[in-house]
Each structure stands twice: as C-alpha cells, then as structure tokens.
Nanobody, 119 residues
Framework: QVQLVESGGGLVQPGGSLRLSCATS????????MGWYRQAPGKQRELVGN???????EVADSVKGRFTISRDNAKSTVFLQMNNLKPEDTAVYYC?????????????WGQGTQVTVSS
C-alpha cells in the first residue's frame, strides 16, 4: 500500500525558508518520478515541481530560483527546499507520483503539510 507522509510545514515570515519532507513507502521509490504539489484556499491543486528517477528536476515558473527539489533514495524520501517565501506560496503542500497529466490524474493523496507565509 502506497503511503506518503509530508512534514516540515509551518508559519514563516516573507523571505524566510522551509524544508519539506515526504517519507514514502509501498513502492520502489528509486524507480519513480515524484512531484510536489500545492493547493491554496479556493484554488485548484497545482504542480510545484518534480524530480525524475535520475534526479533531474523541473519547477514551476512561479517558484523558479526559489524552490529546489531533491531526493534520498536510501530513505525513500523526497524534499522541497523553499527559500525567499512569499505570501502567495501559502498553501497545503503534498507529494505524490509525478504525472504529466496533472494532479487530477492522481487518486491517492497524503494529508499534506500546511505552509503559511505571513508577517
């Protein structure tokens, strides 16, 4: 059974940093591309960025230069380093498999971790 457990969220001031973690189990992590997604209040869930099994990454234009994705295959964990946070980054952040069809094509989600950027 696939399990995705996100952690590391919190309240941070604009310009601050957070590092999110997603511990996974139930599948062969090193063979899978993973994605970080977020959902702000009243908005649809969106892809923040993804990391392929060779550790190549892509991030959305809105977070380019500020967010970095990495993975630790030995621990089946994917990370999202978020720097220079802005109020518009406030959302619940989720990890999941990366799908080129978008988050609506994914059926099973973890509980997510809340990130609030506010002074």
């Amino acid at each position: 059974q696939v399990q995705l457990v996100e952690s590391g969220g919190g309240l941070v001031q604009p310009g601050g940093s957070l590092r999110l973690s997603c511990a996974t189990s139930g599948f062969i992590f090193r063979l899978v591309a993973m994605g970080w997604y977020r959902q702000a209040p009243g908005k649809q869930r969106e892809l923040v960025g993804n990391i392929f099994k060779d550790s190549g990454t892509e991030v959305a234009d809105s977070v380019k230069g500020r967010f970095t994705i990495s993975r630790d295959n030995a621990k089946s964990t994917v990370f999202l380093q978020m720097n220079n946070l802005k109020p518009e980054d406030t959302a619940v952040y989720y990890c999941n498999f990366y799908s080129s069809s978008g988050p609506d094509s994914l059926s099973s989600w973890g509980q997510g971790t809340q990130v609030t950027v506010s002074s």
